[in-house]
């Protein structure tokens, strides 16, 4: 099963889906930044495949806090770690995503700047 969605940062495509984990892989277009987020129960395993991510670890768009994780390289975010993927300028990233499959558990920010739709 493979499912394709084009995003204004580039494209998600779901690799595999079972009760037990979901396998995606993001296309991040150079320059672009997908929405702050974070889960409240979820585990996340990230894969650079291509590129080098910048991992916005920042809870607020005041701070600075980026993780430079090159292509080869993996990172595991646990629950309620708010991130955000980023491609720098000039590269596009390719990355691989393993999660449990409870997309109820996604909470995006506001704005960038505070959580919503989220009870914690």
């Known amino acids: 099963m493979t499912k394709?969605?084009?995003?204004?940062?580039?494209?998600?495509?779901?690799?595999?889906?079972?009760?037990?984990?979901?396998?995606?892989?993001?296309?991040i277009n150079a320059g672009a930044k997908l929405e702050r987020q974070f889960h409240l129960k979820c585990?996340?395993?990230?894969?650079?495949?291509?590129?080098?991510l910048h991992l916005d670890l920042s809870e607020?768009?005041?701070?600075?806090?980026?993780?430079?994780?090159?292509?080869?390289?993996?990172?595991?975010?646990?629950?309620?770690?708010?991130?955000?993927?980023?491609a720098p300028q000039n590269t596009n990233v390719v990355l691989f995503i393993i999660t449990t499959p409870d997309e109820a558990d996604l909470f995006y920010f506001e704005n960038s700047t505070r959580r919503i739709n989220a009870k914690i």
């Open 4 to 27: 394709k969605i084009e995003r204004p940062w580039g494209c998600e495509e779901t690799i595999a889906c079972t009760s037990e984990y979901i396998v995606k892989k993001f296309f």
């Open 43 to 52: 585990e996340e395993s990230i894969y650079v495949d291509h590129g080098v």
């Open 60 to 86: 607020t768009e005041d701070e600075s806090n980026i993780l430079k994780i090159n292509s080869g390289d993996s990172w595991r975010m646990l629950p309620r770690k708010t991130y955000r993927f980023c």
